[in-house]
């Protein structure tokens, strides 16, 4: 159970930000225990691939603040959020040996299948909900909206790690917060319409 939870978190933290749970994962797989790589996921340690994550991160967190490139931004990032999240959820699924999880252990597509689909629908969340915030706030909201995202992704990262009995509170409130920014979503596009000429 704690290693899908550890993978459905870090998967929700990848569809906010692709960049930081692979960061939180190479970082932790060098420092501690709390991260044991499987074969074949060495290359998420390894230094030179950290620094790469590391630019990538920086060059994302730059493109995300600023309002119409962040659209553009979303729409690259529709294949690389999900490809993070397949990666960071197989990657930690070495975790599964705790859960004793022979399923997941002879059936390693079903965790990137999970982890694509969390990160994807987060994605599509926020790529759906950003252009509507940046047009309601005249572009304003989008360096708040993307911070809140990237220390969203961050807390969830960490605690997708070490406290993943949580990710279940985490994804109760993301919910919730994902039902609350649709009904703005819809409530913002019909007042547009309604001011639209017919």
């Not at 999900?82 to 079903?110: C, I, K, L, R, Y």
């Not at 299948?113 to 572009?139: D, E, F, M, S």
């Not at 993943?164 to 109760?172: D, R, S």
């Amino acid at each position: 159970m704690f290693a899908a939870l550890t993978g459905l978190g870090l998967s929700t933290a990848a569809g906010l930000n692709a960049y930081i749970p692979l960061l939180v994962v190479g970082v932790l797989a060098n420092f501690t225990d709390a991260v044991r790589l499987p074969d074949g996921y060495d290359w998420l340690s390894n230094w030179g691939v950290i620094c790469v994550i590391a630019v990538l991160l920086a060059a994302e967190v730059v493109l995300d603040k600023v309002p119409a490139v962040d659209t553009v931004n979303d729409m690259i990032q529709t294949v690389v959020r999900p490809a993070s999240g397949g990666v960071v959820f197989s990657a930690t699924n070495a975790a599964a040996e705790f859960d004793q999880s022979t399923w997941m252990a002879e059936n390693p597509w079903a965790g990137w299948l999970l982890g694509i689909l969390v990160a994807l629908a987060v994605h599509t969340l926020k790529a759906t909900a950003r252009p509507v915030l940046n047009a309601g706030t005249a572009g304003a909201g989008a360096p708040v909206a993307s911070t809140v995202e990237d220390v969203g992704s961050l807390g969830m990262s960490l605690v997708a790690v070490f406290l993943p009995i949580l990710v279940i509170v985490a994804l109760a409130l993301l919910a919730l917060l994902a039902w609350w920014a649709l009904r703005k979503v819809r409530r913002l596009r019909a007042r547009h319409r309604s001011r639209s000429p017919g």
